[in-house]
């Protein structure tokens, strides 16, 4: 069978570029991998993360439907603009919910960064909603009845985003992967550390990958 000479030349570039794209994403990503090793272990995050209460496990990775209701009684934040998106107004809200569930006020910030850009009212094509994107299933498990409220919204995705820490040992870039495509999809492919998360990257959605860099790289804009 004859190839044409120009076909030939042409299907060579394609994959040259493709496999030049591909590793570049990799050396980026590895690179993202080995900055969240080097910021937890100076913060020594896993150490800050409480115990999960009795009787709550991880079995089967359903973990957002084994979580109790969340305490709702914090009042609403006063003079409260939706259109106001600057971080500043949640701050307060975002530094409780740390204190309360062991997660660094930096990683809360830049989680709603990435997720919703600081608006209360956004709307994923997926559905999720509110500031830090929940769920309806996954806000029902955790006890928020309104995701598009910020009290609510915050403590919820903080209270998940504290347990998927507690699970995958603390290992944020791991957390973050979860967060986004789904602990029962990290966990079957048995990753539990930033380095296996490298070694599993092509099995996970080019949207997880991105995800957990744009996350780790708007967390250090938090951490100067």
């Known amino acids: 069978m004859q190839i044409d000479p120009v076909t030939y030349v042409q299907t060579t570039a394609t994959q040259r570029a493709t496999r030049s794209s591909t590793e570049e994403t990799a050396v980026r990503f590895s690179d993202v991998l080995q900055q969240a090793v080097n910021e937890e272990s100076s913060e020594q995050t896993a150490r800050t993360i409480r115990s999960l209460p009795p009787g709550v496990t991880y079995e089967d990775g359903l973990l957002w439907q084994q979580l109790g209701k969340i305490d709702t009684s914090m009042e609403r934040v006063q003079d409260f603009q939706p259109e106001n998106t600057r971080y500043t107004s949640f701050e307060e809200l975002i530094t409780a919910a740390g204190e309360r569930y062991g997660v660094p006020v930096s990683l809360i910030k830049s989680v709603i960064q990435i997720e919703s850009a600081f608006n209360p009212n956004a709307v994923s094509h997926a559905g999720a909603k509110g500031l830090m994107q929940l769920m309806d299933g996954t806000a029902r498990g955790l006890g928020v009845s309104d995701s598009f409220d910020p009290v609510q919204n915050i403590d919820g995705g903080t209270r998940y985003l504290s347990n998927l820490l507690q699970r995958f040992g603390g290992e944020v870039a791991v957390a973050l992967a979860a967060y986004n495509a789904g602990p029962t999809r990290v966990a079957s492919l048995g990753i ?33």
């Open 192 to 224: 539990t550390s930033n380095e296996e998360l490298m070694a599993n990257l092509h099995a996970l959605p080019t949207e997880t990958q991105a995800y957990v860099q744009k996350v780790m790289d708007a967390r250090r804009s938090y951490t100067i």
